[in-house]
């Protein structure tokens, strides 16, 4: 017979064995026998710090790094390794993911997974668990706690103090200067001992609501009956990707043209704000894209409108109207509105360089154009274009002008290519025009591809519908 | 003073227990050992018989031994320097005591944690310590189950009941293995 540890060895040795053991492995051995959880009788501390440390286990997904001086973090955004990360919720006692926690409650230093060999890292190994009464044991969990609220304040005043004694050590005569950044021992400080030392304290969005840190006026962007909490910025190439991931493939990245991606090259979309809002009907937290007011939140701004009452996720309206084609119409029309927003965009980048180039070739409010002594060229470039106005600011095209506005295009970039000299050519091809110049077929290409997806919603008004029923791209 | 006389040391908690033969600076490793060689006559300890009573058995008590003969010459701590016996301190273990520990079977194991919390071998005792917390460590409530030789008494309700405890963890997803 199997001798058992329980019973041949000495309550002081299995005491010393059970102070060893990790938060996981505690709550495991107290769940095998009467006898052990009577003897290790763990209470919800010890519970929490189970769950603090399952969140660092492989399996909930690499701790996140992020760094302070470049507000960099990795892995990125919207990353498989992101998007698979768990972190406790030590309201509901769960692993969540990051969707169901606002930016504070994840990203904040004290508040994020810590990094390996940091000082919070280091006592998720080991359990605090003591063989004390649940009182005396309670007054040893608060004094340690008194004690390291003591360190990480002092921690904090060093931290905070650097920028100062910084600037008294390295004086610059410039009232103006850069606030230096964090120097690597100064990061290494706060990686090892600030980060995730209040982890305790992280709450998911539903639990926030439960508890009512929400029912201050303006304290979160919902309302009563459709509480909604903000969470992370993410970029996204346009506003249909946003709502409807996947519904359509992205076209490559060489295909954007970069009027949308000047600012830098790493640029290569629109920030948005994720918001998640709570069902009423099925009380789970969902992307509010599952909403269908997809303007709700557009531009960042808290409950610029109220929702509609009472605003269902797709689920259950199809649910409560027992109507899949107005559900069906609902969606589509909304995908089509963004899809031809983002036409009528790049059709404003197409027409944005005519006017231009009519300037450069015609002294209307030009007194020195540089293509002046090319007027026939320009004549052959731009006769015959419909013009707004008698002004010259704009064109009109339809859809059947395309072919012939792409070959007046070829002949102006033929001429600006091989007819005029490098130092005209310098001229001519400034700023945005220059961008506009290079990138026209990419608007050109992309316009057409635009008009290929709206073509192919509106054959069928269940696309989106079953889109949305078969991914559920919004479920948290 | 010689360190490679031996001393005589018997098991009594059981009839009939064998005597060790144990080289004087192997057996003082033991906290105990040493201070009965301080506070008797020293003479007389070594011819006679040492009577110790643990319950273990002599093949504990010889593996013991061995690591004590093993480490003799390792550094003993003074007898006044208790250190912090509450402590947790996780250690690495050698690759000979790795081997050692390797070898030996659950029983052996109790045995020496036994045996060394009485003779305060503590080297040896905390080696002990971290090779059963490494036993645990990682593992399910059924694995831990299965290895330390625990029979669960708990009632189907009561199971079900403790699974529902820390199967909140998993946010609506499965409970990766049993209860853990």
Redesign the interface.
């Known amino acids: 017979m199997?001798?058992?540890?329980?019973i041949?060895?000495?309550p002081?040795?299995l005491q010393?064995?059970v102070?060893?053991?990790?938060p996981?492995?505690l709550?495991?051995?107290s769940?095998?026998?009467?006898?052990?959880r009577a003897f290790i009788n763990p209470i919800h501390h010890d519970?929490a710090q189970?769950?603090l440390a399952?969140e660092l286990l492989p399996?909930h997904g690499i701790v996140p790094r992020f760094d302070e001086r470049s507000q960099k973090l990795t892995p990125s955004w919207g990353s498989s390794e992101w998007e698979s990360n768990?972190y406790a919720c030590c309201g509901?006692?769960?692993?969540?993911?990051h969707m169901?926690f606002d930016n504070h409650a994840i990203l904040r230093r004290l508040f994020r997974k810590p990094p390996p060999g940091s000082v919070e890292a280091s006592n998720a190994?080991?359990t605090d668990w003591e063989p004390l009464e649940l009182s005396a044991r309670w007054r040893h969990i608060q004094d340690r706690a008194a004690q390291a609220k003591e360190e990480l304040e002092k921690c904090r005043v060093r931290v905070a103090d650097w920028p100062r004694e910084y600037a008294m050590l390295n004086p610059v005569p410039h009232p103006f200067a850069r606030v230096p950044q964090y120097h690597d021992d100064i990061n290494h400080e706060i990686e090892a001992h600030l980060v995730g030392t209040s982890r305790h304290k992280r709450r998911c969005v539903e639990c926030q609501r439960r508890r009512g840190n929400w029912s201050r006026p303006n304290s979160h962007p919902g309302s009563k009956e459709a509480p909604a909490a903000k969470s992370r910025q993410l970029k996204f190439p346009s506003m249909w990707e946003r709502h409807f991931p996947g519904l359509v493939e992205r076209l490559p990245p060489e295909s954007v043209p970069r009027i949308w991606r000047a600012l830098r090259e790493s640029t290569d979309g629109i920030q948005l704000s994720l918001y998640v809002l709570c069902c009423p009907s099925c009380d789970t937290w969902q992307e509010h894209s599952a909403f269908r007011e997809w303007s709700l939140y557009q531009f960042g701004f808290g409950s610029p409108k109220r929702p509609k009452d009472p605003l269902l996720c797709n689920r259950c309206h199809l649910a409560a109207h027992q109507d899949p084609d107005l559900l069906a119409q609902e969606l589509t029309m909304g995908a089509l509105e963004m899809f031809r927003d983002d036409r009528d965009d790049t059709l404003h980048q197409l027409k944005f360089g005519w006017p231009l180039i009519h300037r450069d070739f015609n002294d209307s409010g030009n007194p020195n154009p540089p293509l002046a002594k090319f007027k026939a060229v320009g004549a052959e470039i731009l006769s015959g274009l419909r013009w707004t106005s008698s002004t010259k600011q704009d064109i009109i095209i339809e859809d059947s002008d395309l072919p012939d506005l792409g070959r007046r295009f070829q002949r102006y970039r033929e001429f600006i290519d091989h007819e005029v000299d490098s130092e005209t050519r310098w001229r001519v091809l400034q700023s945005w025009f220059k961008l506009w110049f290079e990138d026209y077929d990419l608007y050109e290409k992309r316009y057409h591809w635009l008009n290929k997806q709206i073509a192919w919603l509106e054959s069928d008004v269940k696309i989106v519908l079953n889109y949305v029923l078969k991914r559920d791209p919004y479920r948290i | 003073m010689a360190t490679n006389q031996s001393l005589k040391l018997q098991n009594t908690f059981r009839p009939n227990g064998r005597v060790f033969e144990v080289e004087r600076s192997a057996a003082e490793h033991s906290a105990v050992v040493r201070m009965l060689l301080e506070d008797f006559d020293e003479p007389d300890l070594l011819v006679t018989i040492i009577p110790i009573s643990i319950d273990t058995s002599d093949d504990t008590l010889a593996k013991v031994f061995e690591w004590a003969t093993h480490h003799k010459n390792m550094p003993k701590p003074a007898l006044d320097d208790d250190g912090d016996r509450d402590e947790v301190v996780t250690i690495q273990l050698a690759s000979w005591d790795d081997e050692f520990f390797s070898d030996i079977d659950s029983e052996t194991l109790y045995g020496i944690l036994i045996a060394t919390n009485y003779l305060d071998i503590k080297p040896l005792y905390d080696m002990a310590v971290q090779v059963v917390v490494n036993m645990v460590r990682g593992k399910s409530t059924k694995q831990i189950r299965e290895i330390l030789g625990i029979t669960s008494d708990f009632t189907a309700e009561e199971e079900a009941a403790i699974r529902k405890e820390t199967a909140w963890a998993y946010d609506g997803e499965e409970v990766p293995n049993e209860t853990s």
Not at chain 1, 2 to 6: H, S, T
Not at chain 1, 19 to 22: G, I
Not at chain 1, 31 to 36: E, L, M, Y
Not at chain 1, 92 to 97: D, E, I, Q, S, Y
């Open positions: 199997a001798p058992f540890l329980d041949h060895v000495p002081e040795i010393h064995i102070r060893h053991l990790d996981i492995s709550i495991a051995l769940q095998t026998s009467r006898v052990w519970y189970r769950l399952l399996e768990k509901c006692m769960k692993l969540r993911t169901m190994t080991t």
